[in-house]
């Protein structure tokens, strides 16, 4: 019997809905565990671990990996080449894939890593690259990036820590939202933006249904407004017990 390639089976018993990110983690036939996100007319299969493709380039683990090494050993002077460029923009598109995979499996912390990897190597072909154009249709995916980050680490921490823990880790990305508005003079669009205000939503919503008041560090950045510095030490000495 001749071997079948085509996969009908799997397209039909998995039907495509538009607008749902649909994604399973699944075994291979090696047994080792892959995720599968169906799209429409077909499906993706990534790996969960290095390049979402399987592939090391030049033996790194990832392009951006390999970048690295290649900007090591050539020093200051180099530069991203177009063909380089073209291969940075595949592995932030398959790591796009991954990381919305991730979300919708619920798998925050992996969803986070795969977002730090993508900042990483925006922040890298910015400093690497002469072409602005490139950069800025980069650039413009980075608070998109940026928000999936924060989303993903604070789910984590509510998961891991508990709903404290995960304020603390929206206000941290919310002050790096307002550090990026800034970068870009843009600090009047910071309260409007949409992202920033479902970052805030979220937070709010967490305090509302866990009952979470004032966290410690807000608490400190409200005695430090007010001028209450001894209120402030000792809130920095609780903060200081907490950490050891």
């Known amino acids: 019997m001749p071997r079948r390639h085509d996969i009908d089976r799997i397209l039909q018993s998995w039907p495509y809905r538009a607008g749902e990110v649909l994604a399973r983690q699944v075994k291979a036939a090696d047994g080792r565990p892959v995720l599968q996100m169906r799209v429409d007319m077909g499906l993706l299969q990534l790996e969960i671990a290095g390049r979402p493709d399987g592939q090391r380039p030049d033996g790194a683990e990832t392009y951006l990996d390999y970048l690295i090494a290649q900007s090591v050993h050539e020093g200051s002077e180099f530069e991203l080449s177009p063909e380089q460029c073209g291969e940075a923009d595949r592995e932030f598109f398959q790591f796009y894939h991954r990381r919305i995979c991730w979300l919708a499996l619920r798998k925050f912390r992996e969803a986070a890593r795969d977002a ?29 990036v940026m928000f999936h980050r924060v989303q993903a680490g604070a789910l984590a921490e509510l998961e891991e820590r508990g709903p404290e823990a995960a304020i603390e880790e929206i206000n941290q990305g919310l002050n790096r939202f307002r550090e990026l508005f800034e970068e870009y003079e843009a600090s009047e669009q910071f309260e409007s933006d949409e992202l920033v205000a479902r970052l805030v939503e979220l937070k709010e919503s967490m305090r509302s249904h866990y009952q979470v008041g004032r966290t410690l560090n807000e608490q400190l950045a409200d005695a430090v407004a007010a001028e209450q510095y001894e209120l402030a030490a000792q809130l920095r000495d609780q903060l200081a017990q907490r950490g050891k």
Do not use: C, G, T
């Open 116 to 144: 730090d990897h993508s900042l990483a190597l925006m922040d890298f072909v910015r400093s690497r690259s002469k072409n602005e154009e490139w950069i800025l249709a980069h650039e413009q995916y980075r608070p998109f």
